[in-house]
């Protein structure tokens, strides 16, 4: 197997190794004297400890299907735009997968390195002689609490893992006498360690001398807290509380490794757990700073300060974003793979929503979701045949005169009806066939492909995705842009900055959002959902929906505190779209739930965008138009990722993940 080994000198801080025997399990340490040397330092305590933070998942990544931000893209809120032929997102997609081809994703020998080096930090901290008592506690319980994030993080993908309690992995330990724990030890073991934490670690870094810049991101009682909560509500959800797809498996040692029965007590557990974030009254949802009494503007610009704004009140633990660390930048590469080709320099478009997002965002006015399902065909969701609420005051067909909210400069433009009067969530994330990219074109300075000058006009600005002749689609034709599904991603993008040069990319530094308080309040509707406490779960969902300026639930579907399939599908549609292109959360969300084998297969629908004649021919949804034909696919086997063929050729007793 493959151990990880921990070389420690005054002149490398720390360096690690695989190599071949025993396994990664285990931290060698090379030099015991060594070892305590560098703990006794302040300065080289601190940094092991940081490097705690080294493997932490690439949620904020949706790209890469190998990182758990690239699940996204097997999700029924994206359409897998990536580029025009096959790649490991797509795969992972359309179920071409096995044991045998996940051996490159290395999720599991990434976290018990994490774990393994987390507990290094618990046993060797007490050397830091330099360092007072309440920085040596903090970092203690900072490990503790990095340590059981790694273990959820396994627990999330791949079900009930090993367990190794308190300890480093036994030296002498045999690949074949290795299974897995059991759910009960999983999450005991997990909730015990924050548990240990929460009573140690500080609201806030400055309370140990920590500093606000370079520190920022590190473990307080919030995050321990959060993850807490979260890890309870998994526990408590269809896919580990009961499942009878699992019930019966046994581990090595003869223990049945996930819960047998359904325990309702877990409900209350969870929604313990999410309150006790709630009463700190320590964060809140984050709103701009200056509010112009317009509640559709606000709504807007409260729903953009998420990311805009910068460790903001309402992130209870996050990461700086390291999407792509190429000359665009670390979040730069993330708006370059949704910015429109052409309009900007390296505009990939390779990001995109899917018609079940777009479809999902609430109508203004009337607070009420647009289309409540589909017809199915093929045992499949039809995107061209939506179930429209005729309550909502949503127009499927047609266009009109309208504008943009921060493309004022545009002045009036023809829009499809589907796009007038939704939500400000809606404008604040996609920017639809037809609209105009918001950057005001008097600030771009590229060459304009169109002119080959540098003179812009708001039409040059204006998303054109359909692909048919005349002056101005030109640039959009089939070569020159992987768009091929008809809406852009604005999300990231901070209107007015014109993305002409790689500065312009290299100046977007966001925070990526871990936890936020929003999640806690779904959390906490959830469990109140759960226990038949629907007036609280409304009067939480509402908070949300009030930050970016939409009426109450009681007010968009009278009797919905009386409802409570009413109620569960309004919590769905409403996290759905809060938490869109954030990580990883739909996919985990869906799976607990076991609704993905439902929701998640799918054609490739996007708009007519290669047979159009003109912009009004391209408002017509097909299946026909996406390069590739092979739709996406999830089934029963999918809801947990196997254990690849490697790791089973080391620990040659390791049981399989149901379907594989």
């Not at 002498?172 to 934490?197: M, P, W, Y």
């Not at 498996?249 to 309150?275: L, V």
């Not at 067909?397 to 493309?407: C, M, N, P, V």
């Not at 936890?515 to 609280?536: K, P, Q, S």
Request: charged share 25%; net charge negative.
């Amino acid at each position: 197997m493959k151990r990880i080994l921990y070389t420690l000198s005054a002149i490398a801080v720390l360096a690690l190794g695989a190599v071949s025997c025993d396994s990664y399990f285990d931290v060698e340490l090379q030099d015991q004297a060594t070892i305590e040397e560098m703990f006794s330092k302040r300065g080289t305590a601190r940094q092991l400890a940081a490097h705690m933070y080294a493997y932490l998942p690439k949620e904020e990544n949706p790209v890469d299907a190998t990182t758990e931000g690239g699940f996204s893209g097997r999700t029924d809120a994206r359409q897998v735009n990536a580029s025009a032929y096959a790649n490991n997102v797509f795969d992972l997609r359309v179920g071409d997968y096995s044991p045998a081809s996940i051996t490159s994703y290395n999720l599991w020998e990434n976290y018990y390195k994490a774990i393994a080096h987390c507990t290094l930090v618990i046993d060797n901290i007490h050397l830091d002689v330099e360092d007072n008592q309440s920085v040596r506690d903090y970092i203690k319980a900072e490990a503790r609490f990095m340590r059981a994030f790694y273990y959820f993080c396994l627990f999330r993908t791949y079900g009930p893992v090993i367990v190794w309690g308190d300890k480093a992995a036994p030296t002498d330990v045999v690949g074949s006498s290795l299974d897995r724990n059991t759910f009960d030890e999983n999450v005991n073991f997990i909730v015990s360690e924050l548990d240990k934490a929460i009573e140690v670690l500080p609201m806030s870094i400055t309370e140990v001398g920590l500093q606000e810049g370079s520190d920022m991101g590190r473990a307080t009682k919030g995050a321990a807290m959060a993850l807490k909560a979260r890890v309870l509500l998994y526990a408590a959800s269809p896919l580990y509380n009961g499942n009878d797809l699992y019930k019966g498996m046994t581990n090595y040692y003869g223990d049945k490794i996930f819960s047998q029965e359904y325990d309702p007590t877990r409900w209350e557990e969870a929604k313990k757990a999410a309150k006790a974030v709630i009463d700190l009254d320590y964060y809140h949802l984050v709103k701009a700073e200056t509010q112009t009494g317009d509640k559709f503007v606000d709504g807007i610009r409260n729903y953009q300060q998420i990311f805009f704004k910068q460790w903001n009140e309402e992130t209870i633990w996050g990461w700086w974003m390291n999407f792509y660390t190429d000359w665009l930048g670390r979040t730069g590469g993330f708006i370059g793979a949704c910015a429109p080709r052409n309009i900007t320099v390296e505009g990939w478009q390779s990001l995109t929503p899917s018609f079940k997002l777009v479809d999902a965002y609430a109508m203004y006015e009337s607070g009420r979701y647009p289309v409540t399902g589909y017809d199915r065909t093929s045992g499949m969701d039809d995107y061209s045949k939506p179930v429209i609420d005729a309550q909502s005051g949503y127009v499927s067909e047609g266009f009109s005169k309208t504008t943009q909210f921060e493309a004022e400069w545009a002045g009036e433009f023809e829009a499809h009806n589907s796009t007038l009067g939704r939500e400000p969530r809606y404008y604040a994330s996609l920017v639809p066939n037809g609209y105009y990219w918001p950057c005001d074109p008097k600030l771009k300075t590229m060459t304009n492909p169109k002119t080959s000058s540098t003179t812009w006009t708001a039409e040059d600005m204006r998303c054109h995705f359909w692909r048919g002749s005349g002056a101005l689609c030109e640039r959009w034709d089939q070569t020159s842009t992987n768009n091929y599904f008809g809406y852009a991603w604005r999300r990231l993008y901070a209107a007015n900055n014109p993305l002409d040069v790689g500065a312009d990319y290299q100046q977007i530094h966001y925070v990526y959002p871990a936890f936020r308080l929003a999640e806690i309040y779904f959390n906490y509707a959830e469990c109140c959902i759960a226990t038949g406490d629907y007036a609280e779960a409304v009067k939480y969902l509402d908070m949300i929906r009030e930050r970016s300026g939409l009426n109450s639930l009681k007010e968009a579907y009278p009797g919905i505190e009386a409802d409570p399939e009413l109620l569960t599908w309004c919590f769905r549609q409403e996290k759905m779209i809060e938490f869109a292109i954030e990580g990883p959360m739909h996919f985990y969300d869906n799976t607990r739930w076991m609704t993905a084998k439902q929701n998640f297969p799918v054609l490739n629908w996007t708009l007519n965008l290669n047979d159009a004649v003109d912009y009004h021919d391209s408002w017509v949804r097909s299946s026909e138009d996406f390069p590739l034909a092979k739709h996406a696919k999830f089934t029963d086997r999918d809801y947990l990722l196997p254990f690849d063929s490697d790791q089973l050729a080391e620990m040659t007793n390791l049981t399989q993940n149901y379907g594989f």
